[in-house]
């Protein structure tokens, strides 16, 4: 997929709603993108400024709406990092 600025409504996912994930939606906000966190606790710092929340029973939901998933490091969903890696026919192994 190729992008442009000019593009709105790129959706970026955020499995995780820690800090990090604060830092990188209010960056982000420079830019004409929609963030997306999936996450336990609505109340986490990113959901807060998030354009959608997601619970982590809805990861496919998730990762069907956004353009693109990152992860902030503090926690991954590993159903969705499977998911999304299935999605686009990527070979992951996740190690505990």
Do not use: H
């Amino acid at each position: 997929m190729r992008f442009s600025l000019q593009n709105s409504k790129f959706k970026i996912g955020i499995l995780g709603g820690g800090q990090l994930g604060w830092m990188l939606i209010l960056e982000g906000r420079k830019f004409p993108f929609e963030f997306y966190v999936l996450e336990r606790d609505k109340e986490a710092p990113a959901c807060k400024l998030a354009d959608k929340f997601f619970p982590p029973e809805d990861y496919k939901s998730f990762v069907d709406e956004c353009d693109v998933v990152t992860f902030e490091f503090e926690y991954v969903y590993d159903n969705a990092l499977e998911y999304a890696a299935e999605k686009i026919n990527y070979s992951l192994q996740l190690k505990p």
